[in-house]
C-alpha cells in the first residue's frame, strides 16, 4: 500500500486525474479478494448475534461458551441443528436469523472468521445453500 501511494503520486503530478481515475477503476475490482463481501457481511451477523458469547473473531473469552474455533468444518449439519434449535446454554436461533444469515455464520465459522479457505463440501442430500456463486452450464 504504502508503495503504491509513492508510485501514483509522482504519476498523478504528470498525468492528472482521470489517469488517476482509470488507476483506481482497473486496480479496485482486482484488489478486492472473492469472498471478502461474504465474510464482510458473515463477520457483521457474527458481530451483532454471536459475539457476546463467543467472543471476537470466536476467540472465546473463557466464559464457558462453546469455543467456536474448534468447532468441526466437515459438520455442517450439526452446526444448523445446534443454532437454529439450540444446545445446553445456547438459545435457539432459528426464528430470529434468516437462512440467508445462518448461512453466513457457517461460512464465517468454517473459514474460522475468514483464516482458512471455505472446505469442500461433502456431496449430500442438502444442496439448498451450494452453487449460488458458481454458475456453469
Ligand atoms: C447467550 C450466549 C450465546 C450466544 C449469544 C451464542 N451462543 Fe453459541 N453457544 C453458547 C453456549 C453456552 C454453547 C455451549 C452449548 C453446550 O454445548 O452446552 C454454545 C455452543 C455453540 C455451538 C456448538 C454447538 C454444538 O453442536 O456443540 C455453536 C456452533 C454455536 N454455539 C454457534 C453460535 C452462533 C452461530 C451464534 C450466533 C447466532 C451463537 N452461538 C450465539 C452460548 C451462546
Known sequence: MVQWKSFLKPNLARFGAPIFACTLAILAPSLAHAGDDKLTSATGVYNQFCQHCHGPAMVNPGTGSYDLRKFP??????????????????????????????????????TRAGKQPFPEEPASGDADTADTEKKSP
Do not use: C
Open 73 to 110: 468444518v466437515d459438520d455442517k449439519a450439526r452446526f444448523f441443528n445446534s443454532v437454529q434449535h439450540g444446545k445446553g446454554d445456547m438459545p435457539a436461533w432459528g426464528d430470529i436469523l434468516t437462512p440467508d444469515e445462518l448461512d453466513l455464520l457457517w461460512y464465517y465459522t468454517a
